[in-house]
């Protein structure tokens, strides 16, 4: 199919061509008023299509492995889900992406290294890894050399480098081990099953009718959009200005020559605070040494975010919660600052820029 420039159509315009065919198949013939709907309906669903891309399949997890291919069998065992270990004694909980000692080892989705994870008991040169949880997901990553043990990396950066694995087990393909942290089968996220972003394209758009991109879309708007309101009365999460105590933006000096590391979304004490978005509690988090009326708050993780909520009391301290849902109340701010502006501190877990979440 050609456009009106002569040149080849991009799949997404034959895609969206398609299902406006469906709606309207004689576009010539409608009012303006018409036409304008149908390039709202483009407009949805070149969302919707970009969205299938963008929070598509895992990106490549090793150089020299594009389509992430899986360890078969050799000598060892086999690399698949499930696969048996020790005569049938257990079963393996990964899969094994293969990758050759020394390659450079890529971040499969955008999210938060947390910590080392050890595959091994045992002192070897391969006992290395991280866990990594974001965009939906959390995973563990065995016998790498990662570039560091805590901090945010973007899908697609480099989170590490693939270990000697042969000085190990002469005869293994040599592999990145990748594990859900919930021990589920991790199959279907890391295999990359489309030959490329057209071939994504005509897919999305072949697999889904119209009604169904045009609800997911606007699902996808709503879910993926910014943090809901945080503090009951302040539905645009408005920032604390500057009061004696000095201002609420981030970057904003502070004692001894340190920065504010958060926003202050205003909130008059005693108001209901809710989730900004859908995620998990994990755990309270203390905003001082010294205990005083608004030491509390908790740290909230998911939907690719992970912060800190101070100065609120709590619903509870671990567990899930819905984008929207009471989290907390506001504690007494003017017992302890009187004159200061009452607000919740909302600091990303990483110490970034949280503002324009908000």
């Given at each position: 199919?050609?456009?009106?420039?002569?040149?080849?159509?991009?799949?997404?315009?034959?895609?969206?061509?398609?299902?406006?065919?469906?709606?309207?198949?004689?576009?010539?013939?409608?009012?303006?008023?018409?036409?304008?709907?149908?390039?709202?309906?483009?407009?949805?669903?070149?969302?919707?299509?970009?969205?299938?891309?963008?929070?598509?399949?895992?990106?490549?997890?090793?150089?020299?492995?594009?389509?992430?291919?899986?360890?078969?069998?050799?000598?060892?065992?086999?690399g698949?889900?499930?696969?048996?270990?020790?005569?049938?004694?257990?079963?393996?909980?990964?899969?094994?992406?293969?990758?050759?000692?020394?390659?450079?080892?890529?971040?499969?989705?955008?999210?938060?290294?947390?910590?080392?994870?050890?595959?091994?008991?045992?002192?070897?040169?391969?006992?290395?890894?991280?866990?990594?949880?974001?965009?939906?997901?959390?995973?563990?990553?065995?016998?790498?050399?990662?570039?560091t043990?805590?901090?945010?990396?973007?899908?697609?950066?480099?989170?590490?480098?693939?270990?000697?694995?042969?000085?190990?087990?002469?005869?293994?393909?040599?592999?990145?081990?990748?594990?859900?942290c919930?021990?589920?089968?991790?199959?279907?996220?890391?295999?990359?099953?489309?030959?490329?972003?057209?071939?994504?394209?005509?897919?999305?758009?072949?697999?889904?009718?119209?009604?169904?991109?045009?609800?997911?879309?606007?699902?996808?708007?709503?879910?993926?959009?910014?943090?809901?309101?945080?503090?009951?009365g302040?539905?645009?999460?408005?920032?604390?200005?500057?009061?004696?105590?000095?201002?609420?933006?981030?970057?904003?000096p502070?004692?001894?020559?340190?920065?504010?590391?958060?926003?202050?979304?205003?909130?008059?004490?005693?108001?209901?605070?809710?989730?900004?978005?859908?995620?998990?509690?994990?755990?309270r988090?203390n905003?001082?040494?010294?205990?005083?009326?608004?030491?509390?708050?908790?740290?909230?993780?998911?939907?690719?975010?992970?912060?800190?909520?101070?100065?609120?009391?709590?619903?509870?301290?671990?567990?899930?919660?819905?984008?929207?849902?009471?989290?907390?109340?506001?504690?007494?701010?003017?017992?302890?600052?009187?004159?200061?502006?009452?607000?919740?501190?909302?600091?990303?877990?990483?110490?970034?820029?949280?503002?324009?979440n908000?």
């Amino acid at each position: 199919m050609s456009n009106w420039l002569g040149t080849k159509t991009h799949p997404l315009l034959e895609c969206i061509n398609r299902k406006q065919s469906i709606l309207d198949p004689s576009l010539e013939t409608t009012t303006l008023v018409t036409q304008t709907k149908m390039l709202r309906v483009r407009a949805i669903i070149v969302a919707t299509l970009i969205s299938f891309v963008a929070a598509g399949p895992w990106g490549q997890i090793c150089a020299g492995n594009p389509r992430n291919k899986a360890r078969g069998c050799d000598g060892y065992g086999c690399g698949y889900y499930s696969a048996p270990r020790e005569d049938g004694k257990r079963k393996h909980l990964g899969v094994d992406v293969i990758c050759g000692d020394g390659s450079t080892v890529y971040a499969p989705f955008s999210g938060m290294i947390e910590r080392r994870m050890n595959p091994h008991g045992g002192r070897s040169v391969i006992n290395n890894g991280v866990k990594l949880r974001g965009s939906g997901f959390c995973v563990h990553m065995f016998y790498i050399r990662p570039v560091t043990y805590r901090g945010w990396i973007d899908k697609g950066q480099k989170i590490g480098e693939m270990l000697p694995m042969q000085r190990v087990y002469p005869g293994i393909t040599s592999h990145v081990h990748v594990q859900n942290c919930n021990r589920f089968n991790v199959t279907h996220t890391v295999h990359r099953n489309f030959n490329s972003s057209k071939e994504l394209w005509r897919n999305g758009c072949n697999m889904f009718p119209l009604k169904v991109i045009v609800f997911v879309a606007l699902v996808s708007i709503v879910a993926a959009g910014p943090w809901g309101q945080i503090c009951a009365g302040n539905p645009r999460n408005k920032v604390r200005g500057c009061d004696k105590f000095g201002c609420g933006h981030y970057g904003a000096p502070r004692l001894g020559g340190r920065k504010h590391r958060g926003v202050d979304v205003i909130c008059r004490d005693g108001s209901t605070v809710y989730a900004p978005f859908s995620g998990t509690i994990g755990g309270r988090v203390n905003p001082y040494r010294k205990n005083n009326a608004i030491n509390n708050g908790l740290l909230l993780r998911g939907s690719g975010f992970c912060i800190h909520m101070f100065y609120i009391r709590p619903v509870r301290y671990r567990g899930w919660i819905k984008k929207g849902q009471k989290i907390g109340v506001m504690l007494p701010m003017q017992r302890v600052y009187r004159g200061m502006t009452s607000h919740v501190h909302v600091q990303n877990c990483n110490r970034s820029n949280p503002t324009r979440n908000l």
